[in-house]
Each structure stands twice: as C-alpha cells, then as structure tokens.
C-alpha cells in the first residue's frame, strides 16, 4: 500500500450516468447535487464544463474531467447549450419539464443510460460520481483543483475505448463493469494530473518515486501503528538517521515523525467516525496505547480532542 491506496480507500464509483446525444447537438446535463468528487469524460465527441463559479472548461475527445465541488455544475455540447438532462444526488435522470423522463420523448432513461442510443448519437460521454472515503480521502481532494482536466494520452484513451465497447450493448452486470471501469480511470487521471510540474500533489506523492524514500512511505502506510523512530526507519533502508531524516524532509516537506503522527491522525479521525468506536480502541490502533498521549496529540494536529472530534461525526 501507498498513500494514494490509502487516500482512495472506499472511494468507488456507483451508478455512473452514460449519457449520448439523441442526434446532434445541443444537449446538457445539469448535475444539480454533485458527489465531493466526480468525474467526466468525453468517449467521442467535444463538450465543455460549465461550473457554478468560474469559466467554463473545455472538454475535448478522449479527456478526462475530474470535478471538486459540491456545487451544481453542466456538462454540454456548447457552454450556452441550456441542459435537458438533471440528474440529482440520488443519480435520478429527468427531464426539464418532465418528472420523470419517459421514453419515446427526445431522450429517454434506460437506467443510467441518457439518450437514443450510446451508438447512435455523435457525442458520448460517461460521468461518475465518488462518495465514499471519509477523511481518508481529504489530502487528496485539498490537493486538486475545482476543475482538473486531463488530456488525452495514450493510457486514458485505450481504457475510454474500452468503456465505450461496453456501454455499445446491454449485458448481465454491466453496470458492476463500467463502475469498475471507472475506479481504474480515476487512478489513471490522478496520475497523469499529478505528474504535471505545475501540480502540488499530496503530502508525498513525488518521493514515491525515490527509492529509499519512497520505500518508508509504503512501510509507514502498510504499518502506521508500529512504534517507528527516525533510527528503525533509517535501517529499513540502509541509510543513517542523519542522511534519512534530511533526505526525507527535503522531499516530503517534513520530519518523518511528523508525517507518520499527521497520517496516524487522520486515520484516527476517520476511524472516530465508526458507530461504537471508542477513543481508546482508536488510539491503540494507530499505535497510543497511553489515551492521554493520543488525544494530546489528535488535538494538536486537528484542534479539537478525539471525543468531541467524535461527537461532531455523528
């Protein structure tokens, strides 16, 4: 495990909306109570991003939206195409002026297919809302833009082909398929959003890719409740405490201990949301068996203690 592993943990997609146009353009979809984060994508054809605040985002073949907003934003042909299409927080479809939509008008809802037929019209494109992941996934969302659009690359575009394929015909668990299918493009899209040089990825994600350090990052996530001093984490590489402690601060941005209390912490904090979790048994499984010492230390680095940390999750 990573820190990118740990960050999506519960992050899945569910239900996610395959939307074509009936014959050629306009059409817009309205996603009136997006999901923490969502993702779009154009399987064929060119659309833009219309959010809430800002300018709209051109979207073109073969790129991959991922959205950070709770506001209502609108997928469209053009950014003054008005939506036909709403899909609310429960992934229901309706048309405008039509509660619900109904087949045989000028699109129809099959599902979560939008439109006459995902081979028919001349755009295609697939949207996936992620709910799930806590305070897990904080650090990730803090660290992407409202809007990161990805281009088209080799990688995302053999996969979006391989999602098309699929929304072409309906089978048995087609929809477990394409939800998967989109789990891999957000891990895709994420990647090739944070290797750009003008990205501030999470805490760590670049010194992954260091050998030695990158190293202590998995065993620190694989293991965070372990009783790790700067000295066991230097033997885990070979190297002495002095040139670890210096190396790892200068890539990760901060002393090893202090990464490893933040990451416990946040462990701690989404694991303080679990019905019947008690503060001891959360300190003791990321690595406090002294409370005191725990909850000192979940208020430094949240501002709060664990128990009314706690009280305000439930």
């Known amino acids: 495990m990573d820190l990118l592993d740990d960050y999506l943990a519960g992050v899945r997609a569910h239900g996610a909306v395959f939307c074509s146009t009936v014959s050629a353009p306009p059409w817009g979809l309205r996603f009136t109570e997006p999901a923490p984060l969502a993702l779009t994508a154009m399987l064929r054809g060119d659309g833009w991003l219309v959010p809430a605040e800002g300018d709209p985002v051109e979207l073109p073949e073969g790129g991959v939206a991922l959205i950070r ?4 934003y609108t997928v469209a042909d053009h950014p003054d195409s008005r939506p036909r299409v709403h899909v609310d927080g429960a992934d229901r ?31 295609l494109l697939v949207t996936a809302g992620y709910r799930g992941g806590g305070d ?29 394929a699929e929304v072409e015909h309906d089978e048995p668990g087609q929809q477990v398929v394409l939800d998967r299918f989109l789990d891999l493009l957000l891990v895709r899209a994420l990647r090739s ?19 030695h350090i990158g190293h202590v990052l998995r065993r620190l996530h694989e293991d965070p409740a372990r009783p790790w001093t ?8 070979g190297m002495s405490r002095t040139a670890f402690a210096r190396r790892f601060s200068a890539l990760v941005g901060r002393p090893p201990l202090t990464y490893l209390t933040e990451w416990r912490m946040t462990l701690a ?6 019905p019947g979790a008690t503060v ?4 003791k499984d990321v690595g406090y068996g002294d409370g005191f010492a725990f ?10 203690s664990p128990t009314a940390y706690r009280a305000s999750a439930l």
């Open 193 to 211: 959003w944070f290797a750009r040089s003008d990205t501030a990825p999470p805490t760590g994600y670049r010194a992954l890719s260091d050998p």
């Open 136 to 164: 897990l996934c904080v650090p990730l969302l803090d660290a992407l833009p409202p809007v990161a659009v990805v281009q088209a690359e080799p990688g995302l575009v053999s996969l979006l082909a391989l999602i098309a």
């Open 69 to 72: 907003t709770r506001q209502p």
């Open 93 to 123: 479809c309706t048309l405008t002026g039509d509660d619900p939509a109904e087949e045989g008008r000028n699109w129809r809802v099959t599902g979560r297919l939008v439109g006459e037929s995902a081979g028919t019209g001349p755009d």
């Open 280 to 283: 001891a048994a959360v300190a």
């Open 230 to 237: 700067v000295a066991s984490l230097a033997k885990e590489v």
């Open 295 to 304: 909850s000192a230390a979940f208020k430094r680095v949240r501002g709060v």
């Open 269 to 274: 904090a989404d694991r303080l949301r679990t």
